[in-house]
């Protein structure tokens, strides 16, 4: 984007981007490299001695990759034959072409950090597809599991928050319906801080009851468009102009952030603020804990199979909206590209489309904000609609906790104010943002 600031990245020492590849990215794979130890037998037991051959050849190529990026090589084109492997090549040339003659090739800490973070994950699954019969392994599957588990209490609470929410929906007035769902917004926003590539794979479940501590959590809101969200599915729900309310959900990680993503989702069905709800996850394992497909049909059936009725009768509704087309899953490779958004009309045009039938786009998590925002040195208070340049495929809205150095649209002297009493404040999850981009 023409006349935009440098991209975050590993260059400037000590920042967020150059701890990140520094220490967290080598720690996210050495935890990799370990779940392939720990599960040499069940590879043998499956396969054979070929399941043997295939974890080492996949803990080989991981090690190689941890030593080029511990030794700033350069970043090397992608080789195995995968649907997106082209664009990737293809942006690897882009990121050289942006380079002085005189930097060399497009390196680890040297080129941008949303690139080489992207390209790390993708790289990692290439390892995975160069070993088969092992090439279908999810080498997060374990600790996204773990991550659910150990939510439990939450999950539980939640669900039968919402079955009692329920029970009573039809009866509420403007005001008691708008404070509902402002709850399950702000439920599915503090899901965010539950992302397990900013604790190194370490586990990082909701132990607490979230909905008690909504009310002390509201002064970590820095940005709050909620207001402007709920009138425009107010709106829809008056005038009724349309006979469907489409809300999609760009999703961000399984465990227990899903779960608060499908709690709102079905609040949004059963208020009738939405007729249709389409989720968007990863087709490849990616930044730890995101959602893929198998995640989402692991999550419900789970969900539907517990013991507690409330959470059962959960999964039955969800398991029953996808029979019945009102919860759409879509799967597209450019989740799992490292462009950022405004690019999407060119290298994406269906997905693009897609998005255009929705009356609003709820992006969560902070990945999905850099790719936003292009991940960017911006000012604090550049506004949110200027930074998206030209993403406009529907209202949109960001529901994220801060985990990478790059906030907008804040108030003037925000920022400062924040770095002054809290130098951290943009990188640990404590805060949040509602950002929210349509017509006024
Ligand atoms: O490690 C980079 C990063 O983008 C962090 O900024 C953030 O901690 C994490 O990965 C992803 O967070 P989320 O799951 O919220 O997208
Ligand atoms: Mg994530």
């Known amino acids: 984007m023409a006349g935009s600031p440098e991209s975050l990245s590993g260059q400037d020492v000590g920042s967020f981007a150059y701890l990140t590849i520094k220490d967290r990215i080598p720690q996210i794979l050495t935890k990799v490299i370990d779940t392939l130890h720990r599960h040499k037998n069940e590879f043998f037991e499956k396969h054979g001695e070929e399941g043997t051959e295939a974890e080492k050849k996949a803990i080989s190529l991981l090690s190689k990759l941890r030593n080029e990026l511990q030794t700033d090589k350069p970043i090397i084109p992608l ?84 079955q009692e929410s329920m029970k009573a929906v039809e009866e509420l007035g403007e005001e008691q319906l708008k404070g509902e769902f402002f709850k399950f917004l702000q439920v599915s926003l503090w899901g965010n801080k539950c992302d397990l590539s900013l604790s190194g794979g370490e586990t990082s479940s909701q132990k607490n009851n979230l909905m008690n501590s909504l009310q002390d959590l509201q002064p970590f809101v820095l940005v709050n468009d909620s207001e402007r969200l709920w009138s425009l599915l107010s709106n829809c729900k008056k005038t009724r102009e349309k006979a469907s309310v489409r809300v999609d959900i760009v999703l961000d990680n399984a465990g227990f952030e899903l779960i608060t993503d499908l709690v709102l989702a079905d609040f949004l069905l059963s208020s009738k603020l939405a007729t249709e709800i389409h989720f968007y996850g990863k087709m490849i394992p990616w930044f730890v804990s995101d959602t893929t497909i198998h995640d989402f049909n692991w999550v419900i059936k789970q969900v539907k199979h517990s013991n507690h009725k409330w959470t059962s009768k959960c999964g039955v509704d969800w398991a029953n909206y996808i029979k019945m087309g009102r919860w759409v899953y879509h799967d597209h490779l450019f989740w799992t590209l490292p462009h950022e958004y405004w690019a999407m009309p060119q290298v994406a045009p269906d997905l693009y489309a897609e998005l255009q039938k929705a009356d609003v786009i709820l992006f969560k998590g902070d990945l999905n904000y850099r790719k936003l925002t292009g991940d960017r040195k911006w000012a604090f208070t550049i506004p949110f609609h200027q930074v998206l340049n030209g993403f406009h495929p529907a209202p949109l809205c960001s529901l994220r906790t801060l985990k990478a150095e790059i906030q907008v649209g804040l108030q003037p002297g925000q920022g400062e104010e924040l770095t002054a009493s809290e130098p951290n404040w943009l990188t640990t999850g404590k805060y949040g943002i509602f950002q929210f981009d349509g017509p006024l």
């Open 79 to 162: 080789v195995e034959k995968f649907v997106d492997t082209d664009i990737w090549n293809q942006y690897l040339e882009y990121q050289q072409s942006l380079m002085n003659e005189s930097d060399g090739k497009p390196r680890w800490f040297y080129s941008p950090w949303l690139f080489v973070e992207c390209y790390m994950y993708r790289r990692i699954h290439e390892a995975i597809i160069q070993s088969p019969p092992i090439d279908d392994f999810d080498v997060f599957k374990e600790s996204k599991e773990q991550n659910f588990f150990e939510s439990q209490e939450s999950v539980m609470t939640l669900c039968a928050y919402l």
